[in-house]
């Protein structure tokens, strides 16, 4: 178990906790912990409404972990080695208080999922499906969740779970050349993006039992994008082929034109990340590229008048060691945000989970 210490805005290691300012109305104090090995995909995260935070990430042999965090100081409250194996990124949802899911591909290439309420788990569910890219999962509401991949013959596929029990693999079309991401804005709606084949963003939702057709979103991207929820819209933010980034916002009957967030010094070399807030926070991650090559600290990019305004790239947690891993993120209990990567040493295949929170 690691200790905590208090140290310098610069980390190498351990758990600090320091106070970065957001804009000159907002400070927040941000802490920081790091913890086990990792390989190098990206972490999952699931905000439990009783104030911890689930990261779900993979280790050295594709077995998947979950740490359990308290986002007042990141300091670990929990750790569990799921077992499995996974290709892909863990994805991971909460429905309610004591209810945590974990989504993977697995060695087979079909779907895994594992469920805990209050404690007690499933065990990896074989949910079949061939899956080609990382699997996305959402809560829409309480016992309902939904799970979307792209198969094999590229189209949006979707498997849904209410009443206790797993429906069947469902194709909603299109040409997927991303994984999908799906936010839901209010119960019984999902909304889903994905990229389409000229690297432009593409749009379908779900209300009630009904789905939309795909609405093209034009622009050009590259990577995954991030979205999500902001009152009763969604905020979707990708990464443009200049690296610079990019969003959209939707006020939940129209969408709004692209706005440039430009990016951090020596531009964007990640996916971006995000989190809305209860305090009001909208805050954008990503990872920087500085000379030497070896510092490539996440930032993030904060507004809190709805997309307004914005305060600029800050440095996270100052000149960290550079993470190979797109940030991912989440909205914790206190009205803060949770950033999960990996701290990777130069040339290294396997780092440190690193996590931070902040609270307003």
Same mark, same amino acid.
């Given at each position: 178990?690691?200790?905590?210490?208090?140290?310098?805005?610069?980390?190498?290691?351990?758990?600090?906790?320091?106070?970065?300012?957001?804009?000159?109305?907002?400070?927040?104090?941000?802490?920081?912990?790091?913890?086990?090995?990792?390989?190098?995909?990206?972490?999952?995260?699931?905000?439990?409404?009783?104030?911890?935070?689930?990261?779900?990430?993979?280790?050295?042999?594709?077995?998947?972990?979950?740490?359990?965090?308290?986002?007042?100081?990141?300091?670990?409250?929990?750790?569990?080695?799921?077992?499995?194996?996974?290709?892909?990124?863990?994805?991971?949802?909460?429905?309610?208080?004591?209810?945590?899911?974990?989504?993977?591909?697995?060695?087979?290439?079909?779907?895994?999922?594992?469920?805990?309420?209050?404690?007690?788990?499933?065990?990896?569910?074989? @949910? %079949?499906? #061939?899956? !080609?890219?990382? $699997?996305?999962? &959402? *809560?829409?509401?309480?016992? +309902?969740?939904? /799970?979307?991949? =792209?198969?094999?013959?590229?189209?949006?596929?979707?498997?849904?779970?209410?009443?206790?029990?797993?429906?069947?693999?469902?194709? @909603? %079309?299109? #040409?997927? !050349?991303?994984? $999908?991401?799906? &936010? *839901?804005?209010?119960?019984? +709606?999902?909304? /889903?993006?994905? =990229?389409?084949?000229?690297?432009?963003?593409?749009?379908?939702?779900?209300?009630?039992?009904?789905?939309?057709?795909?609405?093209? @979103? %034009?622009?050009?991207?590259?990577?995954?994008?991030?979205? &999500?929820?902001?009152?009763?819209?969604?905020?979707?933010?990708?990464?443009?082929?200049?690296?610079?980034?990019?969003?959209?916002?939707?006020?939940?009957?129209?969408?709004?034109?692209?706005?440039?967030?430009?990016?951090?010094?020596?531009?964007?070399?990640?996916?971006?990340?995000?989190?809305?807030?209860?305090?009001?926070?909208?805050?954008?991650?990503?990872?920087?590229?500085?000379?030497?090559?070896?510092?490539?600290?996440?930032?993030?990019?904060?507004?809190?008048?709805?997309?307004?305004?914005?305060?600029?790239?800050?440095?996270?947690?100052?000149?960290?060691?550079?993470?190979?891993?797109?940030?991912?993120?989440?909205?914790?209990?206190?009205?803060?945000?949770?950033?999960?990567?990996?701290?990777?040493?130069?040339?290294?295949?396997?780092?440190?989970?690193?996590?931070?929170?902040?609270?307003?």
């Amino acid at each position: 178990m690691r200790i905590k210490r208090m140290i310098s805005p610069v980390v190498v290691g351990l758990l600090a906790t320091l106070v970065i300012p957001g804009t000159p109305a907002a400070a927040a104090t941000i802490s920081c912990y790091e913890g086990q090995g990792v390989d190098q995909k990206d972490p999952g995260l699931a905000a439990m409404p009783n104030g911890s935070v689930d990261v779900y990430k993979t280790d050295f042999n594709g077995a998947v972990t979950r740490t359990q965090i308290d986002p007042r100081t990141s300091a670990p409250i929990g750790f569990q080695n799921l077992g499995g194996f996974s290709r892909s990124e863990p994805v991971a949802a909460s429905f309610g208080e004591g209810h945590s899911a974990v989504a993977v591909r697995g060695r087979d290439e079909a779907l895994y999922v594992m469920q805990f309420e209050n404690g007690v788990s499933t065990g990896w569910q074989n @949910l %079949g499906g #061939v899956l !080609t890219y990382n $699997p996305d999962l &959402v *809560s829409i509401g309480p016992g +309902h969740l939904m /799970v979307f991949y =792209r198969g094999t013959n590229k189209q949006l596929w979707y498997l849904e779970y209410v009443n206790g029990a797993w429906g069947p693999h469902t194709s @909603l %079309g299109g #040409v997927l !050349t991303s994984s $999908p991401i799906a &936010v *839901s804005t209010r119960p019984d +709606h999902v909304g /889903v993006l994905t =990229r389409g084949q000229a690297n432009d963003l593409y749009y379908v939702e779900r209300t009630g039992s009904t789905w939309s057709s795909w609405i093209g @979103l %034009g622009g050009r991207y590259e990577g995954d994008l991030v979205a &999500v929820k902001r009152g009763p819209g969604i905020d979707v933010f990708v990464r443009g082929f200049d690296s610079k980034v990019y969003g959209i916002s939707y006020n939940g009957s129209s969408w709004g034109s692209y706005y440039s967030l430009a990016a951090p010094r020596g531009g964007a070399i990640s996916e971006p990340g995000a989190a809305v807030t209860s305090s009001g926070e909208l805050v954008v991650f990503v990872r920087g590229s500085e000379a030497p090559a070896q510092n490539r600290p996440i930032y993030r990019n904060s507004s809190f008048d709805g997309g307004t305004t914005w305060s600029g790239w800050i440095s996270v947690i100052g000149a960290a060691p550079t993470s190979v891993n797109n940030p991912e993120a989440t909205a914790n209990a206190y009205g803060g945000w949770t950033l999960a990567d990996t701290n990777f040493p130069p040339g290294a295949r396997f780092g440190n989970l690193r996590i931070c929170s902040s609270t307003p």
